[in-house]
């Protein structure tokens, strides 16, 4: 118990209180909520920083070469593609 409450991403744990017959009154971590691929990154230490990083700059390469083929009409456009590059780069990540 004393590991996840000195977890370095504490804020990411949520608790909840419970209680047992035989043990009283226990707060337990329920649940670990990892908001974005960069959290997932800095949580698994310095090789998956360094991978996210290689594979952004592999990707960063393809995205911009996509955008240039691409007509846009408008912002919101724009953010959905960027918005989708992220999501495919988060999925590519946990496949390899």
């Known amino acids: 118990m004393q590991a996840w409450r000195n ?3 504490a804020d990411m ?3 909840q ?3 047992f017959r035989h043990f ?3 707060t337990l ?3 670990l909520t990892i908001p974005n691929i960069q959290a997932l990154s800095e949580i698994l230490g310095a090789s998956a920083r360094q991978q996210l990083k290689d ?3 592999k990707l960063s390469y393809l995205h911009t070469e996509i955008a240039k083929g691409m007509t846009m009409s408008s912002a919101n ?3 959905k593609i960027a918005d989708s ?3 495919n780069l988060f999925l590519l990540s946990l496949i390899c």
Request: charged share 10%; aromatic share 20%.
């Open 29 to 31: 971590p329920i649940t």
């Open 7 to 9: 977890f370095a991403f």
């Open 24 to 26: 009283s009154e226990q």
């Open 85 to 87: 590059w992220h999501e």
């Open 13 to 15: 744990v949520q608790w």
């Open 17 to 19: 209180h419970n209680s």
């Open 55 to 57: 594979w952004q700059k």
């Open 77 to 79: 456009s724009t953010n």
